[in-house]
């Protein structure tokens, strides 16, 4: 590609999750591997101090996707929303 794609289809979007439940870098890493194991999502950093979520993830994949693997693996999520 050598235009820049307006395409809302094809980009990736970042989401912001709230993380309830973490109590150590252990709990980090479990949240941050269920969402980067999600097929389409392209990276997922998780901030203990701020227990955010910013997820990266092809359009394809739901919000609700993302809460549920974070469910999954014993914690909370929920969307934060600016
Ligand atoms: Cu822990």
Redesign the pocket.
């Known amino acids: 590609m050598t235009t820049p794609s307006t395409d809302s289809a094809t980009e990736p979007k970042t989401t912001l999750l709230t993380i309830d439940g ?6 980090v890493r479990h949240v941050q591997q269920a969402l980067a194991a999600l097929d389409g999502v392209q990276g997922a950093e998780v901030d203990f101090p701020r227990k955010q979520a910013l997820v990266v993830h092809e359009p394809t994949v739901a919000v609700g996707d993302l809460l549920r693997a974070v469910g999954d693996a014993g914690y909370h999520a929920s969307e934060l929303t600016p």
């Open positions: 973490m109590t150590c870098g252990g709990c």
